[in-house]
């Protein structure tokens, strides 16, 4: 049912409904739009937040591929410095071991020097190991090494500890192995001379039917000046002259049995050589002798100390001209950015 009043305004007739209808669709309409629009705003805020959102994430992404360029580079930074450590590490290395080799090219100059100080060396390295029995033990062994091996032909025996006698027996012979006397020897090794020694060695001497005795000791008697004499008729001397003393006594009962048998003469053997061999003459002799021997020594001892100095002045100059030079070549290398052509003496080993 259709219901018609008149406007008041312009007094034209309409129907009631249509302008509940529109009045009504306005409304819709503006709801229908105020509601878009606090949608689009809705929408346009939760994007405003996205977008933030994303720019942060962005950001945090840009610092972290930054952060994670400077490590790289300081990783390679790192690894640079390591491997030119690593290289200046061979580098000196190689030039250690060329300088250890130099220096033992050096040093086979020295294996002649060292050669002439064994024994005595040795001597001195078993003087200063354990008590004095056992340093006098040590000088005996080593008498009966070296006096054989001074005199081939003779016939040295060691006289067993505890039996009555001295330490070593000495069979003189001549080339043809005929015997022609004894000596014995006495070692000695303490910190103070005994005369006790003399008549003990001389009564050792009559009991063997010996021709000579000799004592070798570290401590001589005051009047013995040379390193070598006789007293009472007992030779006297330092272990260095053990083998002189040997050679010449070796020689004088030697020599003093082909006289015997040449002249055939009534007096013993053993008196004729002992008195031969204690005599003043014979003394004199053997003094003479050790006198010019000891000349020799020490000419010897003197021109080896002046080249052993010699030696150590070269070795100090040529290590500071090497030294020297290579300094001037690793600075020239370094000014220059780059590597001097090899230098011959002065380059690393192949594969190096």
């Known amino acids: 049912m259709m219901t018609t009043i008149n406007c008041p305004h312009c007094g034209k007739p309409f129907e009631i409904n249509d302008a509940l209808e529109k009045d009504l669709r306005k409304h819709i309409e503006e709801d229908v739009n105020e ?39 300081n990783v390679e930074v790192t690894m640079q410095k390591r491997l030119l450590e690593e290289q200046e590490k061979i580098r000196m290395k190689a030039k250690e071991e060329e300088a250890e080799k130099y220096k033992l090219q050096l040093k086979e100059n020295e294996i002649q020097k060292e050669s002439m100080r064994k024994i005595i060396e040795e001597l001195e390295r078993k003087g200063r190991v354990g008590s004095q029995q056992l340093q006098g033990e040590a000088q005996e062994l080593e008498l009966e090494k070296i006096l054989p091996e001074a005199i081939k032909t003779d016939v040295f025996e060691a006289i067993p500890k505890g039996e009555l006698g001295a330490d070593i027996r000495q069979i003189v012979k001549t080339q043809r192995g005929n015997i022609c006397g004894t000596i014995l020897w006495e070692s000695k090794r303490t910190k103070a001379w005994d005369v006790k020694w003399i008549a003990k060695l001389k009564e050792d001497r009559l009991r063997d039917k010996a021709n000579v005795a000799a004592i070798v000791s570290n ?32 020689k004088a009962i030697e020599d003093a049995a082909r006289e015997k048998f040449i002249s055939n003469r009534k007096q013993t053997d053993a008196e004729q050589i002992y008195n031969i061999v204690t005599s003043h003459e014979f003394a004199q ?30 070795e100090t100059q040529i290590q500071r001209l090497m030294s020297g030079v290579s300094g001037i070549v690793g600075q020239l290398e370094d000014a220059g950015g780059t590597t001097l052509a090899s230098i011959k003496g002065m380059e690393l080993p192949s594969g190096d």
């Open 35 to 73: 509601k878009a629009k606090e949608k689009f705003a809705l929408e346009s805020k939760v994007r405003d937040q996205e977008l933030i959102e994303n720019r942060k994430q962005l950001s945090e992404l840009i610092k972290q591929l930054r952060e994670e360029k400077v490590a790289r580079e």
């Open 219 to 250: 401590i001589l008697p005051d009047e013995i000046k040379t390193g070598m004499g006789c007293i009472d008729g007992v030779w006297v001397c330092s272990f260095n002259l053990s083998i002189p003393l040997a050679l010449l006594l070796h």
């Open 285 to 314: 002799q053997v003094e003479s002798m050790m006198e010019t021997y000891k000349i020799m020594l020490d000419q010897i001892i003197k021109e080896r100390n002046a080249f052993e100095k010699s030696w150590k002045l070269r």
